[in-house]
């Protein structure tokens, strides 16, 4: 399989909520917006998510388990934005052996956004990197 594009797609009846989250917090784009289904660029490299209203006896799902990860340039400034912009934190900012330095939010419907920027690996943790 060569995949172009990988983008989630969640069920919900809150379409509106994460519209007005997405565009306020993220600079996110409708490219595709009927109403009960809404597909947003997020950033410039192709990223995208869509929320889609249950059709036809579908039942809700997506929120539950389910961690985005966005890699951002600076995390500091993008936790300085946010957190002035009066989004609540899930996780604190903070450094981590794995290599990277990140906190996370809640959206809407109860996805948690993990945003955070690239660090060096503690010693323990460098093993585990494949390339």
Same mark, same amino acid.
């Given at each position: 399989?060569?995949?172009?594009? =990988?983008?989630?797609?969640?069920?919900?009846?809150?379409?509106?909520?994460?519209?007005?989250?997405?565009?306020?917090?993220?600079?996110?784009?409708? @490219?595709?917006?009927?109403?009960?289904? =809404?597909?947003?660029?997020?950033?410039?490299?192709?990223?995208?998510?869509?929320?889609?209203?249950?059709?036809?006896?579908?039942?809700?799902?997506?929120?539950?388990?389910?961690?985005?990860?966005?890699?951002?340039?600076?995390?500091?400034?993008?936790?300085?934005?946010?957190?002035?912009?009066?989004?609540?934190?899930?996780?604190?900012?903070?450094?981590?052996?794995?290599?990277?330095?990140?906190?996370?939010? @809640?959206?809407? @419907?109860?996805?948690?956004?993990?945003?955070?920027?690239?660090?060096?690996?503690?010693?323990?943790?460098?093993?585990?990197?494949?390339?």
């Amino acid at each position: 399989m060569n995949t172009r594009e =990988l983008s989630p797609c969640f069920v919900t009846k809150d379409v509106d909520a994460c519209r007005d989250f997405y565009q306020r917090h993220f600079s996110a784009t409708a @490219i595709f917006d009927c109403g009960w289904y =809404l597909n947003m660029r997020i950033g410039g490299d192709g990223s995208s998510i869509q929320f889609m209203q249950p059709q036809d006896g579908m039942v809700e799902y997506g929120a539950e388990g389910v961690m985005l990860n966005f890699r951002v340039d600076d995390v500091d400034a993008e936790y300085a934005r946010l957190v002035s912009e009066g989004v609540a934190l899930a996780m604190p900012l903070e450094d981590h052996p794995w290599g990277d330095r990140g906190f996370s939010i @809640i959206d809407p @419907i109860g996805t948690a956004l993990y945003i955070y920027s690239d660090r060096e690996p503690s010693d323990e943790f460098r093993q585990y990197y494949t390339s």
